[in-house]
């Protein structure tokens, strides 16, 4: 079956850097775009990033455009974020969540079940 | 890119339909058959409900459905049953400049 699990996340400084891992399994990591979306505490869901499902393209939301990097290692079936200068702001649980195929336009249908980001002084 | 408008809260009895709705722009739900719905409960992921507007992942009960009028999309929950209570987010497709844009969500309350 699908599995997505994340890991990375932890506490950390403003302007400090942090990576988010991805690790999948259960299908074949190359067919499908990847996500990642968070959720600040007791708020809604916020698209953050997507990769094709062969790296080619990468998007990111206006906020974290210039910080955050989105990768994916294929050798490794793992996604990731590389996530730069954080700010009080980007405090959320992280979620990855697969593409229902390799099109950037397919809904998300798999989640995995987060990582806390907080960032404080 | 502004977030898709949901109400913040619905309710409804055991055995009652209720409906959730998402109101976007033309430029992104009124764009693209592409608008899926998400059911969280407290302390979860999310969970796929309805994708491409309409369509049921496996496993969804036929209970849910969605449709879509011009820049309004709309999840209907019939039936309704306790464990239905949950929040719940759509999300639309909104091309390549912005990609994704989500609802603010609605907390669905079974009396």
């Known amino acids: 079956q699908v599995q997505l699990v994340e890991s990375g996340g932890g506490v950390v400084q403003p302007g400090r850097s942090l990576r988010l891992s991805c690790a999948a399994s259960?299908?074949?990591?190359?067919?499908?775009?990847l996500h990642w979306v968070r959720q600040a505490p007791g708020k809604g869901l916020e698209w953050v990033a997507t990769?094709?499902?062969?790296?080619?393209?990468?998007y990111y939301t206006d906020s974290v455009k210039g910080r955050f990097t989105i990768s994916r290692d294929t050798s490794k079936n793992t996604l990731y974020l590389h996530m730069n200068s954080l700010r009080v702001v980007d405090t959320a649980v992280y979620y990855c969540?697969?593409?229902?195929?390799?099109?950037?336009?397919?809904?998300?249908?798999?989640w995995g079940q987060g990582t806390l980001v907080t960032v404080s002084s | 890119q502004s977030a898709l408008t949901q109400p913040a809260s619905v309710s409804g009895s055991p055995g009652q339909s209720i409906t959730i709705s998402c109101t976007g722009t033309?430029?992104?739900?009124?764009?693209?058959?592409?608008v899926s719905w998400y059911q969280q409960h407290p302390g979860k992921a999310p969970k796929l409900m309805i994708y491409?507007?309409?369509k049921r992942p496996s496993g969804v009960s036929s209970r849910f459905s969605g449709s879509k009028s011009g820049n309004t999309a709309s999840l209907t929950i019939s039936g309704l049953q306790a464990e239905d209570e949950a929040d719940y987010y759509c999300?639309?497709?909104?091309?390549?400049?912005?990609?994704?844009?989500f609802g603010g969500g609605t907390k669905l309350t079974v009396l």
């Open positions: 969540a697969r593409g229902r195929g390799p099109q950037l336009w397919s809904n998300f249908d798999y």
């Open positions: 259960g299908f074949t990591f190359n067919n499908n775009a």
């Open positions: 990769i094709s499902y062969d790296g080619s393209y990468k």
């Open positions: 033309s430029s992104d739900v009124g764009s693209y058959p592409l």
């Open positions: 491409e507007g309409s």
């Open positions: 999300c639309s497709y909104a091309g390549f400049t912005t990609l994704w844009v």
